[in-house]
T-cell receptor, first 110, second 117 residues
Framework: GENVEQHPSTLSVQEGDSAVIKCTYSDSASNYFPWYKQELGKRPQLIIDIRSNVGEKKDQRIAVTLNKTAKHFSLHITETQPEDSAVYFCAARGAQKLVFGQGTRLTINP | EAGVAQSPRYKIIEKRQSVAFWCNPISGHATLYWYQQILGQGPKLLIQFQNNGVVDDSQLPKDRFSAERLKGVDSTLKIQPAKLEDSAVYLC???????????????FGEGSRLTVL
């Protein structure tokens, strides 16, 4: 079955700097890669997603890149702000199951 | 539109006791998921329903966990008997469609936090 590895587990950046979170997946048939943001005590919410027929997608300060050959995808957050502090989860859908990574706790330092 | 509703939000029980969680998905969403999220980890899929049929329950500990989705709407997840390692947040999610190439956003509920003493 699908296995998703996410790195780093924690990330601390200065406000205004960029943050990058990376994930690898095992199932070459996976075709959908969403990123969820989870604030403390809250539900996970989708922030951006990418399908396997696209290499990059941007939405304001966030972007996701996908390398199907290497089976990895990354989340990029530019001009980070305090409200970006949260846990971020990547996920990959192979067959009919969405498998999540272990999460990255992002802290934005003022 | 109303979101995914879950109850109870918090439950504390002793090991070997039983507990049940309820989920009401977003109206019209055919696919319903139960995820277990242990502190510091990503959500792990326990069971996925498409309408009232089970699509995947490969990671559901069937000796103690059970779930049903009668009439293809509400769902209940039961644990009996509970173990210490079942302490986690149980997240219910729904999506308009699921499976195959029909990828779609999952809408999560607030979760039910279980503590087993």
């Amino acid at each position: 079955g699908e296995n998703v590895e996410q790195h780093p587990s924690t990330l601390s950046v200065q406000e205004g700097d960029s943050a990058v979170i990376k994930c690898t997946y095992s199932d070459s048939a996976s075709n959908y890669f969403p990123w969820y943001k989870q604030e403390l005590g809250k539900r996970p919410q989708l922030i951006i997603d990418i399908r396997s027929n696209v290499g990059e997608k941007k939405d304001q300060r966030i972007a996701v890149t996908l390398n199907k050959t290497a089976k990895h995808f990354s989340l990029h957050i530019t001009e980070t702000q305090p409200e970006d502090s949260a846990v971020y989860f990547c996920a990959a859908r192979g067959a009919q199951k969405l498998v999540f990574g272990q999460g990255t706790r992002l802290t934005i330092n003022p | 539109e109303a979101g995914v509703a879950q109850s109870p939000r918090y439950k504390i029980i002793e090991k070997r006791q039983s507990v049940a969680f309820w989920c009401n998905p977003i109206s019209g969403h055919a696919t319903l998921y139960w995820y277990q999220q242990i502190l510091g980890q990503g959500p792990k899929l326990l069971i996925q329903f498409q309408n009232n049929g089970v699509v995947d329950d490969s990671q559901l500990p069937k000796d103690r966990f059970s779930a049903e989705r009668l009439k293809g709407v509400d769902s209940t997840l039961k644990i009996q008997p509970a173990k210490l390692e079942d302490s986690a947040v149980y997240l219910c999610a729904s999506s308009p469609r699921g499976g195959g190439l029909n990828t779609g956003e999952l809408f999560f509920g607030e979760g039910s936090r279980l503590t087993v003493l």
